[in-house]
């Protein structure tokens, strides 16, 4: 999985660099708009508006015109416009500096989720009781057959799956199944929920509690 990261600061960048490769990930960091626009192609961006050479938004329109790379536009603390920017943009998402490293890297794993990437700290494949979940391949298997499911279903299974038995909240699923910016009713979770029950044909696996969330059963 390669990131580039687009920022100027060292004395942000180069921490930044060296946790991001802690957690698995490949990183290029370049310091100017000019560097990235030459960078080698990577899975996602992290893209600080305050460039030396030009202005961030130019680069931001320039980079999704070249690619669908998910793109985390970073800006600094307070400053509205820069905030508001990064939504109007259209970035998959965005943090304000000064960040908690490990909330970023909570939202670069839910982009790639979004994007359908696979993280670098989750298993390729994983066998929970008669399912097998190939995130190469994004295909969910019950007894070596794999299951219609909607990307939305997948994604939601993938995430349940992640921590088997942990607690996944609504607003979680929401979040990194239909992004931070989604705004509107929770109940399509339970219909997608749903249908993913019938798919899976085990319907004691996910587990409803009750105005909080979700998780996976996987004790026998
Ligand atoms: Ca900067």
């Known amino acids: 999985m390669r990131l580039l990261l687009v920022e100027d600061d060292d004395a942000i960048a180069i921490p930044l660099v060296q946790g991001l490769e802690r957690e698995g990930y490949e990183v290029e960091r370049v310091a100017t708009a000019a560097g990235a626009l030459c960078a080698e192609p990577a899975d996602l961006v992290l893209l600080d508006l305050g460039l030396p050479d030009r202005d961030g938004r130019s680069l931001f329109g320039e980079l999704r015109v070249a690619s669908t790379v998910p ?17 109007n943009l259209g970035a998959d998402d965005y943090v304000v500096k000064p960040f908690g490293f490990q909330e970023l890297v909570a939202r670069i794993n839910a982009v790639m989720r979004r994007a359908g990437l696979r993280t670098p700290e989750v298993a390729a494949v994983q066998h929970i009781k008669s399912l097998e979940i190939d995130r190469r391949a994004r295909v969910v298997r019950s007894c070596g057959v794999a299951l219609a499911c909607t990307p939305k279903e997948y ?22 199944v239909w992004g931070p910016h989604w705004y509107g009713t ?3 979770i339970d219909v997608h929920i749903a249908s993913l029950r019938r798919k899976v044909g085990d319907r004691t696996l996910i587990e409803t509690l009750r105005g909080v969330g ?4 996987v004790d026998e």
């Open 155 to 176: 994604a939601i299974l993938d995430l349940l799956a992640r921590d088997p038995g942990a607690l996944v909240t609504r607003h979680q699923l929401l979040e990194e």
């Open 71 to 87: 793109i985390i536009v970073v800006t600094a603390r307070g400053d509205e416009p820069d905030r508001v920017t990064g939504l």
């Open 214 to 217: 979700f998780r996976l059963v």
């Open 186 to 188: 929770t109940k399509m």
